[in-house]
């Protein structure tokens, strides 16, 4: 068998060393620069400095050093092509098999706090991205590993076979030119982000996003349309594709819209919570001492849009909660966790889908609380950029505004109400009391119809809306819709303010005898 030859120059050096061991077993020749060539040499394996294996010295600080045909030509020519093997024999060009390169860590630097516009430029890696581009155009011949999850699988192939299959080759070729893009991306969106004194603006000139596909889905929104889901390329803790499906059916299009709105909401509550959402609204909403009295509380909110709903809770679902939910039909189930009785409860019913999503660690940034930081919508031929809702209110944020002061159980309903208003489509209305909602109106052209609607489906539900407390996500631009609210039993509510006719609206709570407090802030979601 032929020897081999592997040039190893990496910047994040885990697994390099095991790896190199391996391949020196194998009867390899090792090839390196800089630091790796270093902890192979003081390992005791035979490395050949790639300044020795060119015969021209590394220069400029390092910058010149891989850039040289002895190495590109051992990278690039092909096999299978006479001339290309002529030129070799010609110039003294030995054949690189394998190449082992991780880049300068640029993203892990401009990410620190105080990074400057040369840390930045030192940390642009050139010779690297032009090995790692030169043996993936050549993947034919050479195998290219650009992460060191790769290195044991490719070891393991080398001692059963002495090379690496064309299927390994090809796919880690394609790894290492999707790496290149996820790296020249970084590059691109931090230099064009760059203003003329020197700060950073918040949304470059240039957005270079990179996502990851999880799955081809059955279909879109409707049959007719095609879907795939994609994911982050380093997902938050404790967002929704982070999650773990343990039974039932693949989940479709909608099916992981409407989850992610339900997640999104049950993560908002510290106490036990369930939340069921139906075409990506909350249609109940409840917390309780345990995920049982929690899902009880929700499904008596709207039982008949629970029915085919997606459930989320931000507790570990146990038999009793199991034994409950199970007598409903529901397409997707997401906790935490779930017991031992549980899943055997759900066994049952094999097509329900059961999602296990780890709750994040929490902390004051997005990504410690599993969320977004920016939101995306597509428009003809554009793309709408935004920073993600994550605004949460606090107590000491609301200003009374009536004469009626709230007492302390209705500030926790209106708190209530609020967190819940946030996941509902614009423009909503939300009843709650006692730690549930009592009626959801969402998604409606007109506030007031919103408002008329939520007395509506509390009724259907049973429910009585007599001192109950309500959110609305936006100020109330007329009377008319706080009237709707006063005439089915609210006794206070919770509002952004900030309509020129606020006078009027307050005028109409104080009449009412309704206790009012604002935001300052809205949540529309469209």
């Known amino acids: 068998m032929t020897q081999l030859t592997a040039l190893l120059s990496v910047s994040d050096k885990t697994g390099i060393l095991d790896f190199a061991k391996g391949l020196h077993a194998l009867g390899a020749k090792l090839l390196s620069t800089g630091g790796t060539a270093k902890l192979l040499a003081e390992a005791g394996l035979p490395v050949t400095e790639v300044a020795e294996h060119t015969g021209f010295p590394e220069m400029m600080d390092g910058r010149v050093k891989t850039l040289h045909p002895k190495i590109h030509g051992g990278l690039l020519a092909r096999g299978d092509t006479p001339e290309h093997v002529a030129a070799m024999e ?150 929704l594709v982070t999650g773990k499906q343990l039974q039932g059916k693949e989940l479709s299009y909608n099916n992981i819209a409407d989850a992610d709105a339900a997640w999104e909401c049950v993560k908002s509550f510290d106490t036990p919570a369930c939340v069921i959402v139906k075409h990506a609204n909350p249609c109940g909403v409840a917390v309780g001492v345990n995920p049982a009295e929690a899902y009880s509380k929700a499904f008596k909110t709207d039982p008949t849009s629970a029915f085919g709903g997606i459930i989320a809770f931000n507790r570990e679902v146990d038999g009793a909660a199991a034994q409950l939910v199970a007598k409903q039909f529901v397409e997707v189930l997401m906790a935490p966790g779930f017991s031992a009785e549980a899943l055997e409860i759900f066994k049952a ?79 909503a209305i939300v009843y709650c009391g006692g730690g549930m909602t009592l009626g959801v109106g ?77 935001t300052g802030v809205r949540h529309f979601r469209h």
């Open 90 to 239: 010609k110039h003294g060009i030995t054949r690189i098999d394998i190449l082992a390169v991780n880049l300068y860590p640029f993203e892990a630097t401009v990410a620190k706090p105080g990074c400057t516009l040369e840390d930045a430029i030192e940390n642009i890696d050139i010779g690297g991205p032009a090995m790692v581009r030169s043996a993936a155009k050549n993947w034919k011949d050479v195998t290219v590993l650009t992460d060191a999850a790769q290195y044991g699988a490719v070891l393991e192939e080398l001692k059963a076979n002495g090379r690496t299959s064309d299927k390994t080759r090809f796919a880690a070729s394609v790894a290492a030119f999707n790496r290149i893009a996820q790296y020249d991306a970084a590059i691109s969106n931090y230099l064009s982000s760059l203003q003329e004194d020197g700060s950073k603006a918040e949304y470059p000139a240039q957005m270079n996003a990179t996502f990851v596909k999880v799955q081809d889905l059955r279909y879109g929104e409707n049959s007719h349309q095609t879907a795939a889901l994609y994911r982050d390329l380093f997902p938050a803790p404790g967002s």
């Open 349 to 427: 019913k094999a097509n329900v889908r059961l999602m296990q999503i780890a709750l994040p660690p929490g902390g004051p940034r997005p990504w410690d609380q599993g969320r977004n930081a920016g939101d995306s919508k597509r428009v003809g031929s554009g793309l709408l950029l935004q920073t993600a809702d994550n605004h949460f209110l606090r107590k000491e944020d609301l200003k009374v505004v009536t004469t009626l002061q709230p007492t302390a159980q209705q500030l926790d309903d209106l708190m209530f109400a609020w967190t819940v208003a946030q996941y509902v489509k614009s423009n």
């Open 442 to 518: 969402a998604g409606q052209m007109s506030r007031l119809d919103s408002a008329r609607i939520a007395s509506i489906k509390s009724q259907h539900a049973g429910l009585s809306l007599v001192g109950s407390a309500v959110a609305s996500d936006a100020f109330f631009p007329f009377r008319d819709g706080l009237d709707v609210l006063a005439d089915a039993g609210a006794t206070c509510v919770i509002q952004p303010g900030g309509s020129m006719r606020d006078d009027e609206v307050i005028a109409a709570a104080n009449e009412r005898g309704i206790a009012m407090v604002v």
